[in-house]
């Protein structure tokens, strides 16, 4: 029965989402707005494609609204007037910086201010990718795992396939495929190897 609601709530949702599907067919990054649908449904095992995917992305994620607003720059504040952004969910990062496949679980109080952010990276719910100074911001490789209430401060590289741990505070470059925890961060993993003292 619920599935039934969600999917009538989804089509009734198609009728003021129309803008955006057009916007997301029509819009120079149309690529990476797709990718990040195909992303999202796999993250989240839905077995839907196209723009009913979308439609109910928009509808059902509000973290998935604030990425594609993002993607699509300033027609995003227009887009806004019919299913409003997620209020504490703030990207600040430039859209044509972002790469495509970004997965924003539980956008709650969380902050993406990052100078770069590679393809398919996973930002978790209070966390704070963010500047040290009036220019000094993160870039994220590819792949990057930043789990719940992680910073990420100032003009630091954290090479693809790392993972950053709940509450982790990263200041200092963090090597590609290694797993980060801490006050401040240090390397517990690098590839499949634990490291060991310390």
Not at 2 to 22: D, M
Not at 48 to 72: C, D, K, M, Q
Not at 112 to 138: F, H, L
Request: charged share 20%; with cysteine; proline share 5%.
């Amino acid at each position: 029965m619920k599935a039934r609601l969600r999917k009538a709530q989804v089509l009734i949702n198609l009728l003021r989402l129309w803008p955006h599907l057009l916007v997301a067919q029509q819009h120079r990054r149309a690529s990476a707005v797709w990718a990040d649908v195909a992303r999202w449904c796999e993250e989240l095992t839905l077995q839907i494609t196209g723009n009913y995917a979308l439609a109910y992305l928009l509808t059902v994620h509000p973290e998935f609204r604030n990425l594609f607003y993002s993607r699509v720059g300033p027609i995003g504040l227009l887009l806004n007037m019919w299913c409003r952004r997620m209020a504490t969910l703030y990207i600040a990062t430039p859209p044509d910086r972002i790469g495509p496949g970004l997965f924003i679980q539980h956008g709650f109080a969380t902050i993406i201010a990052a100078e770069s952010i590679g393809a398919n990276c996973w930002i978790n719910q209070q966390v704070t990718i963010g500047y040290s100074s009036r220019t000094d911001c993160p870039v994220i490789q590819d792949n990057v795992v930043i789990a719940a209430g992680a910073k990420v401060i100032g003009s630091v590289t954290v090479g693809h396939d790392a993972v950053i741990g709940a509450n982790a505070v990263v200041v200092k470059d963090v090597d590609p495929d290694c797993t980060v925890v801490g006050v401040p961060a240090r390397v517990v993993r690098r590839g499949r190897t634990r490291e060991t003292g310390r």
